[in-house]
């Protein structure tokens, strides 16, 4: 399989964490794609029409976006239902977890962009700020849902560390952990995970 990727992308590390975890990843041979809404690199826009990463080639020829397909083909792929169980509560519980901090991310990223990519002279500071008060909302669910994330890693968990690590990336100096002392202890619970460790974001 191939993973098209960038390093600093949390839907990818999503992606990375999961196949670790499931032990896929030394099935996975990793192309680096930097892409940006303004600059697509070609081999994203072959693999996957909209451009963005990650895209999954399988062993079988076909490509699979965004990360939430790419995580549940993996999970199929290793029959586990630990991650992602069948049905049941647990499934919907771990499903909104990844809705939440796939939210969470995509409003984060779409700050990054407003404030790094944009031209100065055409930045909206309303845009940003309705972008902030969408993080700041999914921090304060996750830290009032917390105990929802304790126990073995699910795709849900996994998906709010990797939005967690982000905003330790691009906006370290927001200090999301302030007045979220449990969402915080348990981040620091799972960044210690080998999977997660492994795929760190780094500036």
Not at 174 to 188: F, I, N, S, V
Request: proline letters at 6%.
């Amino acid at each position: 399989m191939k993973l098209f990727y960038s390093s600093h992308s949390p839907f990818v590390r999503k992606v990375r964490v999961t196949a670790m975890v499931l032990g896929l990843d030394d099935r996975i041979e990793l192309v680096d794609s930097p892409t940006t809404p303004v600059a697509t690199d070609p081999a994203v826009a072959t693999a996957n029409p909209l451009g963005k990463i990650p895209a999954l080639e399988t062993d079988e020829g076909d490509t699979l976006f965004d990360s939430r397909v790419i995580c549940e083909y993996l999970i199929a792929l290793a029959s586990n239902e630990t991650l992602l169980p069948a049905a049941g509560p647990a499934r919907w519980t771990a499903l909104r977890q990844q809705a939440l901090a796939d939210g969470l991310m995509e409003a984060s990223i779409l700050r990054r962009y407003e404030g790094f990519l944009r031209p100065e002279d055409k930045r909206w500071p309303d845009w940003d700020a309705a972008q902030k008060r969408k993080v700041d909302s999914a921090l304060d669910a996750f830290e009032a849902g917390v105990d929802d994330l304790a126990g073995g890693p699910t795709l849900g968990a996994i998906a709010a560390a990797c939005a967690l690590g982000y905003l330790d990336l691009r906006y370290a100096d927001e200090d999301w952990r302030h007045g979220r002392p449990k969402l915080a202890e348990w981040y620091e619970v799972i960044a210690s995970n080998k999977a997660v460790k492994a795929t760190h974001l780094a500036a």
